[in-house]
């Protein structure tokens, strides 16, 4: 996955996932609040937020120990190893030992990025399943008072995870820029620019 796309494509992907619920049933209310408890418990908020978990981890396994795409959909297909050789089209580029190092210090930075994308992503998924879990609740109970509040309360914080990721790119862009002017290969894969900084930050 390119660096570009990185980041809307976790948020998009796990709260999508997160907010698939079992069927409540046929649609109907009951009749007193005492059927108010099976109707919600019909929102499976452990297993939902289990299955987007395991799903976490399998991608941060897949990122620690395979290869990360650097493709732009404009060039060859070139990944970053593990152990830092440069592939493009499947083929290992000749690098010295300052270049390997480069090179494992932006796929550092990468992993990073791609984390804390998971982490709001997760969050993400979690606050789907509350505010559902609230508006059921509170349906069923007519307590509706205070749920929108609990709710912005929780994306706030994930707001602020956000602005954290945010300022992660800088030392990003700083990383690939280096690696671009120490290795020519790299240099049609160094796409981030200032836009993509100003963009994260709105």
């Known amino acids: 996955m390119t660096t570009r796309l990185l980041l809307p494509a976790l948020l998009l992907c796990l709260p999508i996932a997160a907010c698939t619920a079992p069927d409540s049933g046929k649609g109907k209310a009951p009749a007193d609040q005492s059927a108010a408890a099976p109707a919600t418990s019909a929102l499976d908020t452990d297993g939902i937020g289990?299955?987007?978990?395991?799903?976490?981890?399998?991608?941060?396994?897949?990122?620690?120990?395979?290869?990360?795409?650097?493709?732009?959909?404009?060039?060859?297909?070139?990944?970053?190893?593990?152990?830092?050789?440069?592939?493009?089209?499947g083929k290992p580029v000749t690098v010295d030992a300052h270049q390997r190092a480069?090179?494992?210090?932006?796929?550092?930075?990468?992993?990073?990025?791609?984390?804390?994308?998971?982490?709001?992503?997760v969050a993400g998924a979690n606050l789907g399943v509350k505010a559902a879990g609230e508006a059921i609740k509170g349906m069923f109970s007519g307590d509706t008072q205070g749920i929108e509040a609990r709710v912005n309360e929780e994306a706030k914080k994930i707001e602020d995870q956000a602005q954290k990721l945010c300022g992660l790119l800088p030392a990003m862009m700083a990383?690939?820029?280096?690696?671009?002017?120490?290795?020519?290969?790299?240099?049609?894969?160094?796409?981030?620019?200032?836009?993509?900084i100003d963009d994260c930050g709105r």
């Open 50 to 89: 289990k299955t987007v978990q395991e799903a976490t981890d399998k991608a941060r396994r897949e990122i620690s120990q395979g290869n990360i795409s650097i493709a732009n959909g404009k060039t060859p297909k070139a990944e970053i190893s593990p152990q830092g050789d440069l592939l493009i089209d």
């Open 102 to 121: 480069l090179l494992l210090d932006y796929r550092k930075q990468v992993e990073q990025l791609a984390n804390a994308g998971m982490e709001i992503g």
């Open 175 to 196: 990383k690939q820029q280096a690696l671009a002017a120490a290795l020519p290969a790299f240099q049609p894969y160094a796409t981030m620019d200032q836009s993509d």
